[in-house]
Nanobody
Framework: VQLQASGGGLVQAGGSLRLSCAAS????????MAWFRQAPGKEREFVAG????????YYAESVKGRFAVSTDNAKNTVYLQMHSLKPEDTAVYYC?????????????????WGQGTLVTVSS
């Protein structure tokens, strides 16, 4: 099982980025996919999650209304579209997969992790 995250980079405050996470190695149709992030010196925190195929999106309060999570079944890819980025969004972003049926915010509930992609938002 492999998750490959990409799409990070440097962006100015107020800008947008789209992160991608390509899944391979098994069928994820019944899994929950999520994005977490970890800023320097901080704990890894939940950002957004969804069931594969959509319909059960859940967001952290800090990103609600600015970020959107989605999946593309044909490409086995989950996306995180980020708008109105703020300097406090700067972090390494990780995608994760859980075999549970509902989105969980607890990182310990996720069995599979991608390698992370760095997002830097300048002020």
């Amino acid at each position: 099982v492999q998750l490959q995250a990409s799409g990070g980079g440097l962006v100015q405050a107020g800008g947008s980025l789209r992160l991608s996470c390509a899944a391979s190695g098994r069928t994820f149709s019944h899994h929950v996919m999520a994005w977490f992030r970890q800023a320097p010196g901080k704990e890894r925190e939940f950002v957004a999650g969804t069931r594969w195929g959509g319909g059960s999106e859940y967001y952290a309060e800090s990103v609600k209304g600015r970020f959107a999570v989605s999946t593309d079944n044909a490409k086995n890819t989950v996306y995180l579209q980020m708008h109105s980025l703020k300097p406090e969004d700067t972090a390494v972003y990780y995608c994760a997969a859980s075999t549970l049926s509902m989105v969980q915010t607890d990182r310990s509930r996720y069995r599979y992790w991608g390698q992370g992609t760095l997002v830097t938002v300048s002020s």
